[in-house]
Structures are given as C-alpha cells and as structure tokens.
Nanobody
C-alpha cells in the first residue's frame, strides 16, 4: 500500500507564501500522476495541481495557475507545491494524491487517483 505524507501547511497572512511537500513510500510508474487537491469545510474536494509522469507536464486549476507551482524530485517520489500570493480563499485542507495510471481526462478529478495523504491545513488570514 502506497503511503503519502504531506508537510508544510500553516497559518499565514494574505500575500505570503508557503511550500507544501509530499513524499510517497513508492516510486511512481511512468503512466501515473501525482498532485494536490484541497477541500474547504462544507465544500467538495477540488483539483489544485498535478504532474503527469509520462511527460512531466504540470496541470493547474484556473484559480491557482499564476500563483502556484508544482514540481517534483527524488525520482518521482516527491512533489512540491510552491504557493505564492496566498489569498484567504486558498484556505483549505490540502491533500496529496497519487494515481497509478491517471489518464489525461481524469487528471482534475479525485477519481483519477488511487492513493491519498492525510492532508495538511493551510489557513490564510486577511
């Protein structure tokens, strides 16, 4: 069973930056993907960013694409989410996700991923 461990959340002010990290217990295959979702209280889990391993291309939601950057390291076992210019609406629990064979059409859906971390809280005050 693949285990994902997130770190890096916290309480910041609007305009600040945070960097989230997620480490997988297993190296991902080239057909998989790894990324981040977030969920605010009372809302559905929403896609933030992901990397598809077959081409190392990043994908972003429209709400974060000019502020957040996803990157990888350690041979497809770690992903990072650099979050700049944080806004109060970015407040949520952030979850790392990994998929064994995430197809392109499912990159932005939680159903495209097989494994999930426990989540790390990001709170942005105004």
């Amino acid at each position: 069973q693949v285990q994902l461990v997130e770190s890096g959340g916290g309480l910041v002010q609007a305009g600040d930056s945070l960097r989230l990290s997620c480490t997988s217990s297993e190296r991902a295959g080239s057909s998989g993907a790894m990324g981040w979702f977030r969920q605010a209280p009372g809302q559905e889990r929403e896609f933030v960013a992901a990397i598809r391993w077959n081409n190392n291309r990043p994908y972003y939601s429209d709400s974060v694409k000019d502020r957040f950057t996803i990157s990888s390291g350690n041979g497809r076992t770690t992903v990072y989410l650099q979050m700049n210019s944080l806004k109060p609406e970015d407040t949520a629990a952030y979850y790392c996700a990994a998929g064994r064979g995430t197809i392109l059409s499912m990159m932005r859906s939680p159903r495209g991923y097989d494994y999930w971390g426990q989540g790390t809280q990001v709170t942005v005050s105004s």
